[in-house]
T-cell receptor
Framework: AQSVTQPDIHITVSEGASLELRCNYS??????LFWYVQSPGQGLQLLLK??????LVQGIKGFEAEFKRSQSSFNLRKPSVHWSDAAEYFC??????????FGAGTTVTVRA | DAGVIQSPRHEVTEMGQEVTLRCKPI?????LFWYRQTMMRGLELLIY????????DSGMPEDRFSAKMPNASFSTLKIQPSEPRDSAVYFC??????????????FGDGTRLSIL
């Protein structure tokens, strides 16, 4: 069965600074990988996804993620964070049965 | 386009009562998923449907939980009787067939359930 680990429970970053959120997955085949963002009281919004091809994928809101098979990682990055990026971020891996397995999430706090 | 619509947004009830959560998926989506989110366990998949047929209900906690999808535009998640430990945010999501679509798994805004 697939699984996802997000090592960082909480990250605080200054506005304008860069952000990197870590994600490690476990899956026997080529994974389908996703990053979602959840603002307070809201559902999950898809930031970006990786299926195949270019290992650096671009998403919405200026986010990007890089798939590294050798490290079983799919880290999310943003060069310069905005106060509106404060939210909880979830990494997920999808299997051939269309089920998504989510990590525990990383809460991002942005300080002025 | 309308997204996934869940109702109610908030539900507060006493333990022992029956609770029914509702979901309207995006039109044309083949898959519907019910998730539960808690601080302790994170996001858990409870059950999912393909073309209105339950495919995998291994995540349903116990017999007190049941889910139905009588047609392509409506699904319910029922808890009877409810217990305080069922308090959580319940999300519904829908997805078109195949991962290689532009928007896999659209989520609703969730139902925040509190059992007193």
């Amino acid at each position: 069965a697939q699984s996802v680990t997000q090592p960082d429970i909480h990250i605080t970053v200054s506005e304008g600074a860069s952000l990197e959120l870590r994600c490690n997955y476990s899956y026997g085949a080529t994974p389908y990988l996703f990053w979602y963002v959840q603002s307070p009281g809201q559902g999950l919004q898809l930031l970006l996804k990786y299926f195949s091809g270019d290992t650096l994928v671009q998403g919405i809101k200026g986010f990007e993620a890089e798939f590294k098979r050798s490290q079983s990682s799919f880290n999310l990055r943003k060069p310069s964070v905005h106060w509106s990026d404060a939210a909880e971020y979830f990494c997920a891996v999808g299997a051939n049965d269309y089920k998504l397995s989510f990590g525990a999430g990383t809460t991002v706090t942005v300080r002025a | 386009d309308a997204g996934v619509i869940q109702s109610p947004r908030h539900e507060v009830t006493e333990m022992g009562q029956e609770v029914t959560l509702r979901c309207k998926p995006i039109s044309g989506h083949d898959y519907l998923f019910w998730y539960r989110q808690t601080m302790m366990r994170g996001l858990e998949l409870l059950i999912y449907f393909n073309n209105n047929v339950p495919i995998d209900d291994s995540g349903m906690p116990e017999d007190r939980f049941s889910a139905k999808m009588p047609n392509a535009s409506f699904s319910t998640l029922k808890i009877q009787p409810s217990e305080p430990r069922d308090s959580a945010v319940y999300f519904c999501a829908s997805s078109p067939k195949g991962w290689n679509s532009n928007q896999p798994q659209h989520f609703g805004d969730g139902t925040r359930l509190s059992i007193l």
